[in-house]
């Protein structure tokens, strides 16, 4: 048996910011500093290094395995130099971390790289966090070394129970979960915007503001800056909200406010049955009961409906297909046919078979993060059967639909399938319409009527609800995220603003004060940042600080189009940089010729952050300062030792290329 020395850990935190209390606690602290990046992660980031295994295996095929199977994240395989000891063991630890992170639903979207590796077999990597989290990713770290630790024993002969650990998984993941972002939405927006390469960082609980500067946008879960209060307000009370849409002409079913079990009862003979019970105030199918055709069931739906809210009421019901259409800034995104909770016959299977099969779908969970829930077979499913002559032992034709539910939204088991290309341009029209009477930018209007191909001028149909707050997290309609960031952000432009980071030596921060000086000329509001304070076009707005901290609490304030980041010594930025990427690197200095500590680092944390991977380098900065970049995959610019060179050098890639030209701005000719 070989005995192996335990992978033994060492960490460095780039993020401040880190909590782990779970969402409710009041202790935890929200957006003290920002996140902070570095190494060309889009992430905020945790450096780590660890002690490379005294062997190497062939064998991973088990642990990638169970790798793969943690997380959904489709995550690439980390860069890493083969010729590196561990470097095989070190890019399985980033990916395990990553993918369990990935699994509670927190937002970790790429696996981490490997930056170096040294002669006493010490390597280090770094693994991305999300904000505010980084004892969570301490903690996942912690678990993927022992794992990969134990299972290289395992293979090697020794005798580790590598399994219990690779189990103990799920009781991570349970805990990790509470701090996770609330809801379907936010993780999809947030999984959008990193595939887009926009920013994104905590405002609060579950409102992340994305892109920075003057190019930020808020949003918390389907909420924009420009969805009103009054329209959410309106949409969250069903009688007010059909009051307003029958005044504009819009179709929608009767109803009526039910106080008493009495009253739902007259309302039922008034109207007719069948007929629908919802609370007036909750979303979601929550407390609704529909197709209601007997007193008895009528009593029954009204009493489910009480236990959730004390206003109830009692709606004619609408006979056809349940669609929704979600709306967004006056036009038609997205169309799906919520198909009920149920199942379709085989000819072969009993209809038991056919749910328990439906029921082991991994899309179907009965927790909130799931696309689609399981179906129950509960006293409704059996009422519903019933009524059809069938029970759970019936084996029904090929392709009939046995439906176990009355209403079909998702939360209730029901499946959504996309029919955008088959809606009637005048039912398009109905339900921008609606959104617009009820004043809301984004929305999804909850349309019954028998065929969307049909117009609703040519057929029956009514508007049953309009939801301010649409749960777009189904299997059907995930791309949606990404079509309302293009929106909001016009493809990607403008989410960013261009930020430069200069080591400037010089005792009047000479280059940095240039570069200020020449964005400003060309029409941009300029933020600058050093030891000295922070300003705003050219007014102060904080005391003293860390440059790098400063920039992280400038970079959220909207009245910047650029920022310059201007540090005197290269540990200023040991804590991370304001954003993932920078649109330009410099190292100044005009007297001497001399080579600050920590340069190394500042460079292998930097150069991998910059699209062009170039570093200004002033003439008396050391001469082997550009061997260090190209050793950490840069290209030394050299420029003489006049601040403008630098200046000329830093913008001959335009900060058009991160964010268009502000109102106003002029070109480098002083042209308008």
Wanted: hydrophobic residues 35%.
């Amino acid at each position: 048996m070989l005995a192996l020395k335990p992978l033994a850990l060492s960490f460095s935190v780039l993020a401040r910011n880190d909590t782990n209390q779970p969402r409710s606690d009041p202790r935890r602290r929200r957006g003290t500093g920002g996140p902070r990046y570095g190494f060309g992660l889009r992430s905020p980031v945790v450096t780590f290094r660890h002690d490379a295994p005294a062997c190497d295996i062939e064998d991973w095929q088990e642990l990638d395995r169970l790798i793969g199977e943690i997380s959904n994240e489709q995550f690439e395989w980390p860069k890493f130099d083969r010729r590196r000891f561990g470097s095989q063991a070190s890019m399985r630890i980033l990916l395990a971390t990553s993918a369990i992170q990935n699994a509670a639903g927190l937002p970790v979207f790429e696996p981490g790289c490997i930056c170096r590796s040294g002669l006493d077999r010490r390597v280090q990597a770094v693994v991305p966090v999300a904000e505010g989290r980084e004892r969570i990713a301490l903690r996942a770290l912690r678990w993927s070394t022992r794992l990969i630790g134990q299972y290289i024993e395992f293979v090697a002969g020794g005798h580790t129970d590598w399994r219990h650990t690779a189990n103990m998984r799920h009781e991570l993941v349970r805990d990790f979960q509470r701090t996770a972002p609330a809801g379907q939405n936010t993780i999809h927006f947030l999984r959008a915007a990193h595939q887009r390469r926009i920013p994104y960082s905590i405002v609060y609980e579950s409102c992340y503001r994305y892109g920075q500067g003057s190019g930020q946008q808020w949003l918390e879960s389907t909420f924009t800056p420009n969805t009103s209060t009054l329209g959410v307000r309106l949409a969250r009370n069903k009688q007010r909200c059909n009051r307003v849409l029958r005044a504009s002409g819009l179709p929608v079913p009767d109803n009526v406010v039910a106080n008493s079990e009495v009253d739902a009862h007259r309302a039922a003979q008034r109207m007719g049955y069948p007929v629908v019970v919802k609370p007036i105030d909750l979303d979601g199918g929550v407390g609704v009961g529909a197709g209601l055709e007997t007193e008895e069931e009528l009593s029954a739906a009204w009493q489910e409906a009480r236990k959730h809210s004390e206003n109830i009421l009692v709606e004619k019901h609408a006979a056809g297909r349940d669609y929704r259409l979600t709306v967004f800034r006056g036009r038609l995104l997205w169309a799906i046919y919520r198909e009920p909770g149920g199942v379709h016959g085989d000819g072969v299977s009993t209809i038991g078979q056919l749910l328990e099969r439906l029921n082991s779908s991994p899309d179907r969970g009965d927790d909130k993060r799931s696309p689609l829930k399981r179906i129950a077979f509960d006293t409704e499913a059996r009422l519903m059967l019933s009524r059809m002559g069938l029970d759970l032992d019936s084996v029904v034709e090929i392709g009939r639909f046995v439906p176990l539910r009355k209403a079909s939204n998702t939360s209730r088991g029901g499946m959504p399938l996309a029919v955008n290309e088959r809606v009637h341009p005048d039912n398009a029209e109905l339900a921008v319409r609606a959104a617009d009477a009820i004043r809301l930018d984004l929305a999804g209007i909850d349309l019954l009527i028998p065929d969307i191909g049909v117009s609703w001028r040519e057929s029956s149909a009514a508007i049953c609800e309009v939801n301010a707050q649409p749960q777009m997290g189904t299997t059907s309609q995930t791309h949606l995220f990404g079509v309302i960031l293009d929106e909001l952000f016009t493809n990607g432009n403008g989410a960013c603003v261009p930020v430069y980071l200069i080591l400037d030596r010089s005792r009047e921060l000479t280059a940095g004060a240039a570069l200020e000086t020449e964005l400003s000329r060309r029409g941009y509001r300029v933020g600058f940042v050093h030891r000295r304070g922070a300003r705003i076009s050219g007014i102060a707005v904080s005391k003293p600080g860390r440059p790098c901290a400063l920039a992280c609490q400038l970079i959220t304030d909207r009245g910047i189009d650029a920022l310059v980041v201007s540090i005197e010594n290269p540990e200023d930025a040991d804590n991370g940089l304001p954003g993932p990427e920078i649109a330009g690197l410099a190292v100044y200095d005009d007297n001497h010729d001399s080579r600050p500590r920590g340069l190394d680092r500042l460079l292998e944390m930097t150069i991998p952050m910059q699209p062009h991977r170039r570093v200004i380098v002033s003439e008396n900065a050391a001469a082997s300062l550009a061997e260090s970049v190209r050793r950490f995959g840069g290209e030394p610019i050299h420029v003489g030792n006049n601040p403008n060179e630098v200046v000329t050098a830093l913008l001959t890639d335009s900060p058009a290329d991160y964010q268009s030209q502000p109102a106003g701005a002029v070109d480098s000719s002083g042209a308008a």
